[in-house]
């Protein structure tokens, strides 16, 4: 069926909409309001070898993110099994000590608290705590 132009200004008008709107594609934004707040302390609790993950905003499905906050317990980068990597890009910020980030294909960065870095994380990446006490970092990965 081939619809003439007045037959598509007609349905657009009776849509209310502008007839190029008739050819776009629905969003899929996933927005509709979603919220979550994690109370300090509450978030659901991931320890391992390294790392202590305290994940928030737990409960909601189909984020377009995974936000947690880590506490590093590594202090050198033989404690580690490898690189780890993962899908995605994965945001790093030094919320309290000093960090060592190491990657695959960069020198290590050393970072204390409000240092950041983004990255790709399917390079392999480890940071390990380079203060007297375990450091803390919120990291973000975005998901594919």
Known sequence: MSPTYDALKKLAIGLEISVPQLFTPAETAQ?????????????????????????????????AMLPYRARIRARDIAEFEGWVRHGGEEFLYVL???????TEFYQPVD??????????????????SISDDDAEILWVTALN
């Open 96 to 102: 309290t000590g000093a960090v060592r980030l190491f």
């Open 31 to 63: 927005g509709g309001g979603r919220m979550a707040v994690t109370k300090r302390g509450n978030g659901v609790a991931h320890p391992t070898a390294t790392y202590e993950h305290e994940m928030l905003a737990d409960h909601l499905v189909q984020k």
């Open 111 to 128: 970072m204390v608290r409000g240092d950041s870095a983004y990255y790709d994380a399917s390079m392999g990446h480890n940071v390990v």
